[in-house]
């Protein structure tokens, strides 16, 4: 059931909107098909970056897949926390030490959803913070990783989507923008700030070659296949 | 109005020998690069092929936009509109950052316009975009408040709007142009001689060029752009243009100069496109189309052709 009603809205409506309506572009989605179970980690500039990852999902995969979103501000009303259940299949963790008490502990949490062969989506950078600016990365990856190391992560580059619908805008604009996917790698160090770091790096350097890429005209569309 | 129902259409002798004409092409092309595949198969003309599937692909998505209702047609042309000024206001690098939420109102303006190509209101047609969306985005501009910038977002809006919603909406006019006695083509007949005549002329100033080309014409904006396929191009659409001219109400004279003004405008198009890749520093608009590029890299030259030839003809057989 649950399966049907995600693949209806993620494969059928949000990729009609995104797609056709929004111009998302994805480069290199194939890396998801083989993979059992993967943390997608991302840089983070608006609410579309949820669902334009869980678009790229395999649809078998989709109601295993959680996005980890904010407690503090998707859990600050009964039917936001609802909303974020049905349609997004988030997680809602706490931020702060103070929320600990509402939302649990957040790595452990976490951990048990992947032990259960879950996946999940995560932001660390922690918030969408200004368009098209990459803050540091909190060191939550990292722990997480630490503790889970069968399970591998794969880094994406959003670009674009900042513009479509940034921090503060509640309306959004069609804007060409690009997902674009890493290579699953698993964590080589057992620190959890290295981890981290290794994680943040390679999506600075996606964005580099992704750019290179699109000045010399060598990206493949996958919109249409 | 002439609003021909499609069981109607597809008994229209002349459209059905154009359509049997554009797929007979592609056959043709197919075939040579799929023999020349199997004589070379190491030096295979890859991109030849990809460009040649492409069209496959585009022909079938415009003769069936076309055959099965106006209604289609109107939408399909709508969608190219917008997914041209999309492509167009992403890739600029005129348009600041901060003022691309007032696109939105640019989007907005293609159903309003395509509205008014479809009820056949010829007057608010023409004057909508170049001159209300003129002052209308502006002033949308200046309520927001924001200064930095504004004159550019104030000239640059407006000029995609003209560029990809009101030229290319002039394809979509074509079919609600009045019946005239003896024609018996029709909006249809008209719209199908535009499109391939300049695509065509496209094609064939491409081939004279890698044929014969050898003196550049402007090496700084286009360096593949040849005076020996402009002019090949040119004379050979003429050609093209005169043994079509069953599809149109036009004379034997008429259709000649209608060839000319294409191959001619044509060219501006795709050399104006070219300049505006050029100084954003990109090669192609996007990568939609395979071996094409973006939507634009395709649409540059009949933004240019579809009006001309409307108000060509518009002028000669319709007022």
């Known amino acids: ?225 | 109005m002439n609003m021909l129902s499609s069981d109607l259409y597809l008994q229209n002798k002349e459209i059905i020998q154009v359509i049997v004409l554009i797929l007979g092409i592609l056959i043709l092309f197919t075939a040579i690069f799929g023999i020349w595949s199997l004589l070379n198969p190491e030096n295979k003309p890859k991109e030849m092929i990809s460009r040649t599937r492409s069209w496959w692909t585009m022909a079938t998505i415009f003769i069936l936009a076309t055959v099965i209702h106006p209604i289609v047609t109107f939408a399909a042309f709508a969608l190219l509109s917008f997914t041209a000024l999309r492509e167009l206001s992403s890739i600029s690098k005129n348009l600041p950052k901060q003022d691309i939420p007032v696109v939105m109102f640019g989007y907005m303006a293609i159903p309003v316009q395509y509205y008014f190509a479809y009820i056949g209101n010829y007057n608010l047609f023409l004057i909508f975009i170049p001159l209300l969306m003129h002052i209308f985005i502006p002033f949308i501009l200046v309520l927001r408040g924001r200064i930095e910038g504004i004159t550019q977002s104030m000239t640059v809006i407006p000029t995609h709007l003209m560029l990809v919603v009101f030229a290319i909406s002039h394809l979509a006019y074509f079919l609600s142009l009045p019946d005239i006695d003896g024609f018996n083509a029709g909006g249809r007949g008209l719209l199908l001689f535009i499109v391939f005549v300049t695509e065509i002329n496209d094609v064939l100033q491409f081939i004279w060029g890698k044929l014969l080309g050898k003196h550049k014409i402007l090496p700084k904006v286009s360096p593949n752009k040849t005076w020996e396929g402009f002019v090949g191009g040119l004379v050979t659409t003429i050609f093209v243009a005169y043994f079509l001219r069953f599809l149109t109400p036009m004379s034997g004279v008429e259709s000649m100069v209608a060839g000319l003004l294409i191959a001619g405008s044509g060219f501006i198009g795709d050399v104006t496109v070219s300049a505006i890749k050029r100084d954003i520093g990109i090669k192609d608009t996007g990568n939609l189309i395979p071996g094409h590029g973006g939507l634009l890299d395709r649409i540059d030259s009949l933004a240019f052709t579809a009006p001309i030839f409307f108000h060509l003809i518009y002028n000669l057989h319709y007022s």
Not at chain 1, 185 to 205: C, G, P, R, W
């Open chain 1, 1 to 225: 059931m649950r399966t049907v009603f995600l693949t209806l809205v993620y494969k059928v409506g949000m990729k009609f909107f995104l797609q056709v309506i929004i111009g998302v572009k994805y480069y290199n989605k194939k890396v998801l098909k083989n993979q059992k179970q993967f943390i997608l980690v991302s840089n983070h500039n608006s609410h579309i970056d949820t669902m334009a990852l869980m678009v790229a999902v395999p649809f078998r995969k989709l109601h295993k897949t959680h996005p980890v979103a904010a407690g503090d501000y998707f859990g600050n009303s009964r039917f936001k926390a609802f909303l974020t259940k049905l349609f997004i299949n988030g997680i809602l963790i706490a931020r702060s030490k103070e929320e600990k008490g509402e939302f649990g502990d957040t790595i452990e949490r976490l951990s048990r959803k992947l032990a259960k062969g879950n996946s999940l989506i995560l932001f660390p950078e922690g918030s969408r913070g200004e368009p098209e600016k990459m803050q540091r990365f909190k060191k939550g990856i990292g722990v997480l990783l630490k503790q889970n190391p069968n399970v591998c992560y794969v880094p994406v580059y959003t670009n674009g989507l900042g513009t479509v619908m940034p921090k503060g805008r509640f309306l959004f604009v069609p804007y060409e923008s690009d997902i674009y996917f890493g290579q699953p790698t698993y964590a080589k160090s057992m620190e959890v700030e290295e981890i981290a770091m290794e994680i943040e790096n390679q999506i600075l350097k996606l964005k580099e070659i992704f750019h290179e890429k699109q000045r010399n005209n060598e990206l493949e569309d996958e919109q249409l296949k």
